[in-house]
């Protein structure tokens, strides 16, 4: 088993030679090293690597690591889960990006949230399934959400995210992400991050312009067990 420094280095190099197949600088790709499921012990030790962008999906994990390591200056949450309106707060509180705003009540809710003189990163987060159930707007919904996140004071539209579908190709799911991309920047042409890709699919992210990269086990290992 590789050591943890190989295994960071490994997936940068996988995205440095993405990023030039594809003609782009990788300096404009951020990292985010998914670690949820480990402890904050782990976010300590990516740290000293260098790793700055975390992200969780669930908000007591971000909470409590948020809290364990507070004193590591220029780390920076990531929220990449589905959000309950009720722990808005507590996730406006920590996280300096929210990857999953897929609702008016959750707009809302992180509007509320956030400290008025402050301005909170968000992505609209796109449903790529059929599935109702998973996290995301779904395509029709998408402009209307993109036009009620820019007319907000705090919440500052960034751009959009989404996770593959199991059942179809990565390539086909990212451009059809990219193509909603533009129809979010037709509204707000400043709304540039593009938050897709993966352990398993960077490659594929990449090719089709992914900014921000969300990678867990290709870095943290497996899981613990019951994850
Ligand atoms: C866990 C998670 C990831 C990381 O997945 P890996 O396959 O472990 O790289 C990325 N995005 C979201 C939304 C996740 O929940």
Same mark, same amino acid.
């Given at each position: 088993m590789p #050591?943890?420094?190989q295994?960071?280095?490994?997936?940068? /190099?996988?995205?440095?030679?993405a990023a030039r197949?594809?003609?782009?600088?990788p300096?404009?790709?951020?990292?985010?090293?998914?670690?949820?499921?480990? $402890?904050?012990?782990?976010?300590?030790?990516?740290?000293?690597?260098?790793?700055?962008?975390?992200?969780?999906?669930?908000?007591?994990e971000l909470?409590?690591?948020a /809290?364990?390591?507070?004193?590591?200056?220029?780390?920076?949450?990531?929220?990449?889960g589905q959000?309950?309106t009720?722990?808005?707060?507590?996730?406006?509180?920590?996280?300096? @990006?929210v990857?999953? @705003?897929?609702r008016?009540?959750?707009?809302?809710?992180?509007?509320r949230?956030?400290?008025?003189?402050?301005?909170l990163?968000?992505l609209?987060?796109?449903?790529?399934t059929?599935?109702?159930?998973?996290?995301?707007?779904?395509?029709?919904?998408?402009?209307p959400?993109? /036009?009620?996140?820019?007319?907000?004071?705090?919440?500052?539209?960034?751009?959009?995210?989404?996770?593959? $579908?199991?059942?179809?190709?990565?390539?086909?799911?990212?451009?059809?992400?990219?193509?909603?991309a533009?129809?979010?920047? #037709?509204? @707000?042409?400043?709304?540039?991050w593009?938050?897709?890709?993966?352990?398993?699919?960077?490659?594929?992210? @990449?090719?089709?312009?992914?900014?921000?990269?969300?990678?867990g086990?290709a870095?943290?290992?497996?899981?613990?067990?019951?994850?």
């Amino acid at each position: 088993m590789p #050591s943890l420094p190989q295994r960071l280095a490994a997936v940068d /190099e996988r995205i440095s030679a993405a990023a030039r197949s594809a003609g782009r600088d990788p300096a404009e790709i951020t990292r985010i090293v998914v670690t949820k499921f480990h $402890p904050a012990r782990l976010v300590r030790e990516l740290f000293d690597l260098g790793v700055r962008n975390f992200g969780e999906n669930r908000q007591q994990e971000l909470t409590a690591k948020a /809290e364990e390591t507070s004193d590591l200056d220029g780390l920076r949450w990531h929220f990449i889960g589905q959000l309950q309106t009720k722990k808005a707060r507590q996730v406006a509180a920590h996280a300096s @990006v929210v990857h999953s @705003v897929d609702r008016d009540r959750i707009a809302q809710a992180l509007e509320r949230a956030a400290r008025p003189d402050d301005h909170l990163d968000v992505l609209l987060q796109i449903n790529l399934t059929e599935d109702a159930a998973r996290g995301g707007a779904a395509p029709a919904d998408i402009l209307p959400l993109a /036009e009620r996140i820019a007319g907000s004071s705090v919440l500052r539209l960034r751009g959009v995210m989404a996770v593959a $579908p199991l059942d179809a190709e990565p390539a086909e799911a990212f451009a059809e992400l990219a193509a909603h991309a533009a129809r979010v920047r #037709s509204i @707000v042409p400043d709304a540039r991050w593009i938050s897709a890709g993966m352990s398993a699919d960077l490659e594929e992210a @990449v090719a089709a312009g992914a900014t921000h990269l969300r990678i867990g086990t290709a870095i943290t290992g497996e899981r613990p067990s019951g994850a």
